[in-house]
């Protein structure tokens, strides 16, 4: 690993000892020189993690003696809650950074992570970055700082990827992507088949008589997920050449917003209501996910227009009669669980697919 991932790695192992009771206060810890011969680092990249649990009062350092185990109270109140026994049975770690999750995706996928890395014997650290990069990042360094074995990521892309990311693939931390690939980096991804999904889609539409649809999508347009229900769309649409496609986008809607309840209900409808204007002689909008696709039903209905929507995912099938979508269904359940198992093989050395799709459905 480099300097500033490897100094954060010792301070975690260390500090994961420290709890468990492996150093118990007055021990000494190793040295400088031990720990980088045992790490293969520098001796400034030691002593930088060894003046980090000195900040932090875990231990205590003597010029000439070493660094020696405090006994402070959040120490003792462990403690005095567990006993040695099952401090040093707590369970291993895997991080989880999310940029968002909603009813209609991504709290089934959070719910099956969270359930087969129970069941693989490892407890789950979440944070959502909410599609902030700098959020992303500290999700990720305090998913190591608590020495976090391995990582499920779904990232907040942009049009350049996470550095912090790239250099852990260069360090060849344990990573797995969810739902959105990083193209030509070497980080295994479990997913749905977007482009077959939103191809599927489009061909389900001109099937029904729609001669000319229109695909929108939002300010996440960057993300691989999107550009591949673009494609899909694009490609369904050329191979009739009596039907015509035509692509938009409503910018000012933020599928990651930190309050989503709240966006959808104070959402300006006059922006979805230009792009039906300006698409007037669309039959169908292919819509890039459900809770748009909601706002467009809205939308639609007080303007007293009838057009037919597509879209991705969708809430509980028990309140889905309310809304007459066609949409892709994608197995949540299944993607978690994947992601678990292709992160607990790759923390185990084993060579795990580059793509891992999963199977979906098209409800109607």
């Known amino acids: 690993m480099g300097k500033t991932i490897m100094y954060e790695q010792i301070y975690s192992d260390l500090l994961n000892k420290i709890r468990r009771g492996v150093f118990a206060p007055g021990d000494k810890l190793p040295s400088e020189k031990e720990l980088s011969e045992e790490y293969g680092v520098s001796r400034i990249t030691s002593k930088r993690a060894l003046d980090m649990l000195a900040e932090n009062q875990y231990i205590t350092r003597s010029r000439g003696k070493g ?13 005095n809650v567990f006993s040695k026994e099952e401090t040093i049975l707590k369970r291993p770690l895997i991080g989880i950074v999310f940029d968002t999750f909603g009813s209609d995706f991504g709290s089934g996928l959070l719910r099956s992570i969270e359930l087969e890395c129970r069941k693989k014997g490892y407890d ?26 391995g990582l499920i990521l779904m990232c907040a892309q942009g049009e350049v990827y996470n550095s912090m990311i790239l250099q852990l693939v260069v360090d060849k931390f344990p990573m797995v992507l969810i739902d959105r690939q990083m193209k030509g980096i ?37 993300t691989s997920t999107i550009n591949e229900r673009h494609n899909g769309f694009v490609d369904g649409i050329m191979e009739h050449e009596d039907v015509n496609g035509v692509i938009d986008e409503i910018k000012c809607y933020d599928p990651a917003s930190e309050d989503t309840v ?30 748009m696709g909601a706002l467009f039903g ?29 949409y892709v269904k994608q197995n949540e359940n299944s993607m978690g669980i994947q992601a678990v198992q292709a992160l607990c093989a790759v923390m185990e050395g084993e060579a795990v697919e580059d793509v891992i799709n999963i199977p979906y459905n098209i409800m109607m």
């Open 67 to 79: 660094s020696f185990v405090t006994g402070n109270q959040s120490d003792a109140f462990t403690r």
């Open 124 to 149: 789950m650290l979440f944070r959502c970055s909410y599609g902030n990069i700098e959020e992303e990042n500290e999700a990720i360094r305090r998913a190591l700082l608590l020495g976090a074995q």
């Open 186 to 222: 070497p980080i295994p991804c479990v997913k749905t088949d977007n482009y077959s999904a939103s191809k599927k889609l489009t061909q389900i539409l001109i099937s029904r008589g729609h001669k000319k649809i229109c695909f929108v999508s939002h300010s996440f347009s960057n």
């Open 262 to 291: 709240r966006e959808k209900i104070h959402f300006d409808p006059s922006e979805i209501m230009k792009v039906i204007q300006k698409n007037a002689d669309c039959t169908a909008f292919l819509i890039v996910e459900f809770q």
């Open 298 to 326: 809205r939308a639609l209905k007080s303007m007293n227009l009838k057009k037919e929507i597509a879209v991705f995912d969708c809430l509980s099938e028990a309140y889905m009669d309310e809304y007459d979508f066609v």
